[in-house]
């Protein structure tokens, strides 16, 4: 305001005399009293702010001033637009969370905590849009235009080899191929030899994809060696690496594939990325996983009618809690941390480790403090009687119905006992179900992974208690399901430091617990590069409700 007077003032100044202002400029009027006067005046003009130049003045209003102003002026319009939208948009923004490098900080909301939803408010503003396009037309080209076929193992348990369905139909669609029906390969650890058939409802995959990627149920008759496609190396597509770009397989994979019209790629276990391939790849990932692939209608049912047990268990319907229990033998080995145990339990660990890892172990002296540091980091499974205390910490009650998915805890009864004695309503499929209803998916261990599967995603709560792909992907799909059901993610590195600290008494640590995991519930939360689109299908799957 003071520039602006100052302005006016000079501004009145200077427009005082005009007349004796042009006959000094006069050209027909010579003499160096007059000049002295003119660079006198140049002086104070150029010497003037800026907003004398918005001044009427016609001595001061020259065409380069003017176009100086118009641009100055323009600029501060657009600036001031763009800020009001900025503003508008943040008011207005739909619900979600932002990390700051490993915290996440989630907008405030006023509705009271529940033990089993997420806010309303929290969870209403995103909606899946990942679905079959209405306009139902296909841009795929004739069948005999298609760049050759593509075939993959889909490796390891039931939900790694769902993620690796994902990728080979994405894959297929990046390089125009058409995909034969993957085979589920048996693996070393669950020695299990289902087929796609046995789990997945292929008409409904086949069907609901048509229109996205040409898929065959065998390989094509004129291929009549089949044997060659698993065993040939000419045959064979490998070295793929890790998350490979989209343009890797255009540029090293489609020039075989068009050469050999068939070809197998192997290993196929994530080897294509998140954020280094088009949005449309990613949408039709999350097709793929959300809506493609549908279990066997009995499996559906049976998951239904143990959820529905798990609901009236007490003669009224109730809530329950879903939690995956990741304590099994294997697991413990494959971590190489340190747990509680007796002085003949750890050294029967020891054993199992050299045995199997022998590259790892070595002389196992580096291991315990290996232990410690992972630990430290949270990557450490979390004990039965860990999660339990988690658990009453967060508020649960003793009476709370808990279905656990797990396979054979590390340790038998006596190691969890403790979350028993503290939740004594949990339970697992087999004390839901009789022997005879379960006795149909026994022949298959996938189906009984995809039981354990339908009724987590399903719970009101669910709870993980160390990573991998069961979790993630549970979590993911409650997320497109929503956000409103709670999938709760312990911090177990924080939980770990509460954990070993002597002198923190039970209101500190129930604190702690409850202020770590407001925001670890799976909330909607903004992706980042690099993330994981099976735990987060928030940006390319979601739209703003």
């Known amino acids: 305001m003071v520039e602006l007077r100052h302005s006016s003032s000079l501004g009145a100044r200077a427009s005082s005399s005009p007349m004796k202002r042009d006959e000094d400029a006069s050209p027909l009027i010579h003499g160096s009293t007059h000049d002295d006067d003119h660079r006198h005046q140049f002086s104070r003009d150029r010497d003037r702010p800026f907003c004398s130049f918005l001044s009427d003045d016609p001595r001061v209003f020259s065409p380069l001033n003017s176009k100086i102003s118009l641009i100055l002026i323009s600029i501060f319009v657009i600036v001031g637009l763009i800020s009001a939208f900025s503003i508008f948009n943040r008011l207005n923004a739909p619900y979600l969370c932002k990390k700051d490098g490993i915290v996440l900080h989630c907008p405030h909301v006023k509705e009271a905590p529940s033990l089993w939803e997420n806010p309303v408010s929290a969870t209403t503003s995103w909606k899946p849009c990942a679905e079959r396009r209405d306009d139902g037309i296909s841009d795929l080209p004739p069948e005999n235009e298609t760049n050759g076929y593509i075939f993959i193992h889909a490796e390891g348990g039931l939900n790694q080899q769902r993620i690796a369905i994902c990728n080979a139909v994405a894959v297929a669609k990046i390089m125009n191929a058409t995909l034969i029906l993957p085979v589920l390969k048996q693996d070393q650890i669950w020695k299990d030899q289902t087929k796609f058939e046995d789990i997945f409802d292929v008409d409904h995959f086949i069907d609901y994809l048509k229109n996205d990627v040409r898929i065959v149920r065998d390989i094509p008759e004129w291929f009549t060696d089949k044997s060659e496609l698993f065993t040939s190396i000419r045959r064979t597509v490998k070295n793929i690496p890790k998350y490979a770009p989209a343009q890797f397989y255009i540029d090293n994979v489609l020039p075989r594939i068009k050469e050999k019209k068939i070809m197998a790629l192997k290993p196929f276990v994530d080897r294509l990325g998140y954020d280094n391939v088009p949005p449309e790849i990613n ?83 580096h291991l315990w403090q290996l232990a410690l540091q992972k630990r430290k980091e949270g990557r450490c499974p979390l004990e039965p009687e860990e999660v339990a205390v988690i658990l009453r910490a967060m508020g649960y009650p003793k009476e709370t119905q808990i279905y656990v998915a797990s396979g054979q805890v ?60 069961f979790a993630k992907l549970i979590i993911g799909a409650r997320r497109y399901m929503g956000h409103r059901h709670k999938s709760i993610k312990p911090d177990k590195g924080l939980m770990s430091k509460s954990f070993g600290d002597p002198y923190m008494g039970w209101a500190t640590f129930v604190e702690d617990v409850v202020v770590t995991h407001q925001t670890r519930t799976g909330l909607p939360e903004e992706t980042f590069p690099n993330y994981d689109l099976w735990e987060n299908p928030l940006t390319p799957c979601m739209c703003r409700a």
């Open 283 to 365: 949408r039709l990932r999350c097709r793929v996983n959300y809506h493609a692939l549908k279990f066997l209608p009995e499996i559906e049912e049976m998951s239904d009618l143990l959820v529905s047990r798990m609901r009236n268990r007490t003669g009224i319907s109730n809530p329950f809690m879903a939690l995956h229990l990741r304590f099994e033998k294997g697991m413990v080995g494959l971590s190489f941390c340190d747990f509680v145990g007796t002085r003949d339990e750890k050294d029967r660990m020891a054993e199992y480790r050299k045995k199997e890892w022998p590259r790892r172990y070595k002389n196992g002296s």
């Open 410 to 469: 590390y340790g038998g009864q006596n190691r969890i006992a403790p979350l028993k004695n503290m939740f004594p309503s949990l339970v697992t499929k087999e004390e839901l179900a009789t022997k005879e209803e379960l006795d149909g998916f026994r022949k298959h261990v996938t189906s009984l992974a995809a039981l354990d599967f339908l009724v987590c995603l399903k719970s009101d709560v669910f709870v993980m208690t160390h990573g991998g792909n």
